[in-house]
């Protein structure tokens, strides 16, 4: 179990960070928030999980230990891997995720893409005695952008999580306004949930 990654950013990409520890690059599964507050040269600390398959071995990297035991927590209930669990990340902090499952709240749910009515019907019930009380904690600080345009990182970020590129380029429009009325450069992570809402509202 690797529990997590320290040391400088190597590169960065739409879904993934390379850290170098002891002079191998890393290579980090993470969500655009995570990315978000990650810039190349500067030193981080990620939580890490990492997923072994009979093909693949993938690091997935965490802001901080409580959104790792989420992810982790996530994979217990039936038909969530990894790539759902990271998905569901992306569209909630942890608390909000409790939150959800506290108050049975589906519509939370059904806004992460690849996740239906009975689904999230299914979900709730099974995480609800597993992800425990919202703790409290503040909402997750954006840190600085990378350097990549914000409308390539966000089109990139919502293919990954299983749009097709026509929904990603009309989500990508529809938070252009909100981006621009942003004071300095916009920042991936409001603008990815922005767009989620969009395109949970035209399904």
């Known amino acids: 179990m690797i529990a997590f990654v320290s040391g400088a950013v190597a590169a960065l990409a739409p879904t993934t960070a390379v850290i170098e520890v002891g002079g191998v690059g890393m290579a980090v599964q993470c969500t655009p928030d995570t990315l978000s507050g990650l810039r190349v040269g500067q030193q981080a600390r990620l939580a890490t999980s990492l997923v072994v398959r009979e093909d693949s071995l993938t690091l997935y990297g965490f802001a901080d230990d409580d959104e790792r035991q989420v992810f982790e927590l996530l994979q217990t209930a039936s038909g969530v891997g990894p790539r759902l669990a990271q998905a569901m990340l992306a569209v909630h902090s942890p608390d909000a995720l409790r939150r959800a499952v506290a108050t049975a709240d ?25 992800l425990g009380e919202p703790v409290g904690s503040p909402g997750r600080a954006v840190g600085a952008p990378v350097t990549q345009s914000w409308r390539d990182q966000l089109h990139a970020a919502l293919i990954g999580l299983g749009y097709a590129t026509r929904e990603a380029d009309e ?4 938070v252009t306004p909100q981006a621009e009325a942003a004071a300095g450069e916009p920042q991936v992570g409001p603008l ?3 767009a989620l809402r969009t395109l949970n509202r035209t399904r």
Do not use: M, S, Y
């Open 106 to 130: 589906e519509k939370a749910l059904t806004a992460v893409p690849g996740i239906g009515k009975k689904g999230a019907q299914k979900l709730l019930l099974e995480l609800r005695d597993r």
């Open 171 to 174: 989500a990508v429009v529809a």
């Open 192 to 194: 990815l949930k922005a």
